[in-house]
């Protein structure tokens, strides 16, 4: 089936006219016509209706319309693997990676990764952690990087185990002169961003209810957003070490220790399907890889 012919019917289908699809063609209208004409007898049946100068589509219609668009995706998703082959890629990994981890260890895999193995092309979806699990069940990806262990029927690999700390914006003095800040005072009179996190909130929250005499909590789901809000002086947070020590190091935020709460930790797991060559070779580097 010649793929012309079905963008020009998908046109045809979203425009309903045939004389807008020749303009967005540079072709004539009856050869738009034409073309419809070879498709409905390839496919033997009518795929649209005449009223005066617009068409519109008949069921058998909007049932191919359906499959066409399935069609050309996995037409385009064909050339473009081509057309890495030929650029020297001889796979595409696919990895499902956590926002969380988009925004920490992502970038140093990348520049790793393409350096080690040049003839293999990344590709990368940023997925929820709890998302992702099913994601490498399906098979939609290759691997996933996440912060919540996998399903019983799919392998998971911890890779890496950090602390949690209570983080508020520098209050710019230094270590040696600046007054102590007290994290229940901290935490009893500013806004609390919670859940950007899918492993330790629960619990953590528990502890926060019954050590404080008050408090007001914020749900924010994203680790880089809490972050953002923290360092703007909005509110304060309890953060992987991962995501802060850059603006730790910077002067930007400050860690408040917290002797009176158990403070949780964050774990880090790779979620494979198969033991394939690329799979085990991706997983090796990973596990071999150093998260500061």
């Given at each position: 089936m010649d793929t012309r012919i079905m963008q020009t019917f998908l046109l045809a289908a979203k425009y309903e006219n045939f004389r807008m699809v020749a303009e967005k063609l540079?072709?004539?209208?009856p050869a738009v016509t034409f073309q419809i004409r070879q498709l409905e007898e390839e496919l033997g049946g009518k795929l649209f209706n005449k009223y005066g100068r617009n068409i519109q589509l008949t069921e058998f219609g909007r049932l191919f319309e359906k499959e066409a668009k399935e069609m050309i995706a996995q037409y385009e998703k064909s050339i473009t693997r081509l057309n890495s082959f030929q650029?020297?890629?001889q796979r595409t990994i696919r990895v499902a990676i956590s926002p969380l981890m988009a925004e920490t260890i992502l970038p140093s895999i990348l520049v790793r990764y393409t350096k080690t193995f040049p003839n293999v092309e990344l590709s990368i979806e940023v997925l929820?952690?709890?998302k992702i699990s099913d994601a490498v069940e399906k098979g939609e990806v290759d691997l996933g990087l996440s912060?919540?262990?996998g399903f019983p029927t799919i392998k998971s690999l911890k890779l890496h185990e950090e602390s949690v700390s209570l983080v508020c914006r520098h209050d710019g003095y230094d270590s040696e002169t600046g007054p102590i800040i007290d994290a229940q005072n901290l935490l009893e009179s500013t806004?609390?961003?919670t859940d950007n996190h899918p492993t330790y909130w629960?619990?953590?929250k528990e502890q926060l209810k019954t050590s404080l005499s008050t408090y007001k909590l914020m749900k924010v789901n994203q680790s880089y957003v809490t972050k953002r809000f923290v360092l703007e002086g909005i509110g304060v947070s309890f953060l992987p070490k991962s995501i802060i020590n850059r603006e730790i190091l910077e002067g930007r935020l400050l860690e408040v220790p917290a002797p009176f709460l158990t403070l949780p930790t964050a774990n880090m797991y790779i979620l494979y399907k198969y033991e394939q060559q690329m799979e085990s070779d991706f997983v090796k580097f990973i596990s071999n890889f150093y998260i500061s």
């Open positions: 540079y072709i004539t209208q650029q020297g890629f929820e952690s709890i912060c919540l262990p806004i609390i961003f629960e619990r953590l």
